[in-house]
């Protein structure tokens, strides 16, 4: 790989490289930044990361975002991802001063709305990401196969019976509601999870702590990372699937190991709505 110009950025621990494909020689950028994702992300040979996201010209918006897992899989989406895309697009002025930028994504085109901090740069940003896909066919899941969505559905892991909530934001994801997620073996059942033959396209997997109607504490193992301090399009789905199991409100703060994020379940127009901060942390060259 020749040397390639890159941002490190972070939402609340979620980090990845960054790497524009704007612009001449943006097709052969995107091409590396596709092949030597697993690099890049290694945190001792590499930048270090969750993932690679490269900025793109879009074809019926200004921009798109395509994202690559450190094993090399593309991810439909990442919601903590593109908050930093929408930062990184702010920051540098590629939005010509609009507050309201449409992103073509894997999972449809996203609405996001900037919130500028005192310094002129985007501090947070409010994520319109669409509704929740719950037919199970459409997640994809064979788990409720038949029903109109797969709510606490037994699933056998070991010998084990789990009980899961399966939920689609543009990728796939199992919510498993524990007594104390701190202290839950996630690393023996989220891979176990995550490539059981009831996800044809792999899952990510959420396991969640209901702290009250308003609250939840939260971990995740991302299909294709492992244990993450975040994930964005999983808070999502933990909330969508905390209402589908009358366990809190629409609206909840959701306690992530790197942050939080604020996700509301709209009964108006039945999108979530993902509010959370995005961070630069350094720009390199590799």
């Known amino acids: 790989m020749s040397s390639m110009q890159f941002t490190k950025m972070h939402g609340i621990g979620n980090d990845f490289v960054m790497v524009s494909c704007l612009g001449e020689g943006g097709g052969a950028r995107l091409e590396a930044a596709k092949l030597q994702a697993a690099t890049l992300c290694d945190r001792k040979f590499g930048v270090g990361g969750d993932g690679v996201i490269a900025v793109l010209a879009g074809e019926s918006a200004p921009f798109a975002m395509k994202m690559y897992n450190p094993d090399g899989s593309e991810a439909e989406m990442c919601g903590n991802g593109i908050r930093c895309f929408a930062k990184y697009l702010w920051d540098r002025g590629l939005t010509h001063g609009e507050n309201f930028v449409p992103v073509e994504t894997g999972a449809g085109l996203l609405h996001l709305q900037i919130h500028v901090g005192a310094d002129g740069k985007a501090d947070t940003v409010r994520v319109d990401m669409g509704e929740p896909v719950l037919e199970p066919a459409l997640v994809p899941t064979t788990l409720g196969h038949g029903e109109t969505s797969a709510v606490n559905v037994p699933m056998e892991i070991d010998g084990q019976t789990i009980y899961v909530t399966a939920v689609s934001m543009g990728n796939p994801h199992a919510v498993i509601f524990v007594d104390r997620v701190k202290d839950y073996p996630i690393e023996v059942i989220g891979p176990k999870v995550e490539s059981h033959p009831m996800f044809p396209r792999r899952t990510n997997t959420e396991f969640?702590?209901?702290?009250?109607?308003?609250?939840?504490?939260?971990?995740?193992?991302e299909r294709g990372a492992g244990e993450t301090l975040a994930c964005g399009t999983g808070a999502c789905a933990a909330v969508a699937a905390c209402v589908l199991n009358g366990k809190t409100g629409r609206r909840v703060l959701v306690h992530l190991p790197g942050g939080d994020l604020d996700i509301e379940w709209s009964e108006g127009d039945n999108h979530v709505y993902m509010t959370g901060s995005a961070t630069?942390?350094?720009?390199?060259?590799i």
Do not use: C
Not at 210 to 216: A, D, G, K, P, Q
Not at 280 to 285: I, N, Q
């Open 208 to 221: 969640i702590e209901v702290l009250s109607e308003r609250e939840i504490n939260f971990r995740v193992w």
């Open 280 to 285: 630069e942390v350094f720009e390199g060259e």
